[in-house]
């Protein structure tokens, strides 16, 4: 390690996410729901040197596996991220987030008229992933092209 490097306190048990995009880290965290309520601890480390000219953002979270929902958001937030899996301080397991051809539930189609936003039906989104490079994601039941670029962020201010 080098002696520009901080020291940040080692976790037992858990998940570090690691490579995200730089600027994405507090939008994995909103996704992933993380605010550090549930009292583990997190670090989370934005613009981090990684490369000659390149940056990173880390997140570290202690007691936390994620779940395949969880690897699909980040796979469309952070699609460059490894997950890092710790188990007694020491890295078990090491994973690239991919994106699957489909997603089902966590996004909402945003076409108020979509049959998956009618409260009645109960009705599932289900996202095809059209395009990985812009990242794409059209509504299988109404054909609404999804805008992810929001995904993650808080919500504007009302007023
Ligand atoms: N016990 C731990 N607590 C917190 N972070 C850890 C722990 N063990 C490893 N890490 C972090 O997990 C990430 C992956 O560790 P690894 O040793 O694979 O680093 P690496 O070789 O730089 O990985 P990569 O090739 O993916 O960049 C690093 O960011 C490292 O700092
Ligand atoms: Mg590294
Ligand atoms: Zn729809």
């Known amino acids: 390690m080098r002696e520009s490097e901080l020291i940040v306190r080692r976790i037992s048990e858990g998940t570090v996410i690691d490579h995200i995009d730089e600027g994405m880290g507090l939008r994995v ?45 980040l796979a469309v937030i952070a699609p460059r991220a490894t997950v890092n899996i710790i188990r007694n301080y020491k890295l078990a397991e090491k994973r690239r987030v991919s994106l699957p051809n489909e997603i089902e539930r966590i996004f909402r189609c945003s076409n108020p008229d979509c049959i998956t936003n009618s409260g009645r039906e109960h009705i599932e989104s289900v996202m095809d992933v059209i395009d990985r490079e812009v990242l794409a994601l059209k509504c ?16 504007a201010a009302a007023g």
């Open 140 to 155: 299988r039941y109404c054909g609404r092209i999804l805008d992810v670029s929001g995904i993650g962020r808080a919500p």
């Open 29 to 73: 965290l909103g996704a992933l729901g993380i605010d550090g309520g549930d009292g583990g601890l997190t670090t989370v480390a934005l613009n981090v040197p990684s490369g000659k000219f390149k940056k990173k953002d880390i997140i570290k979270i202690e007691d936390r596996f994620l779940a395949d929902d969880d690897t699909n958001k």
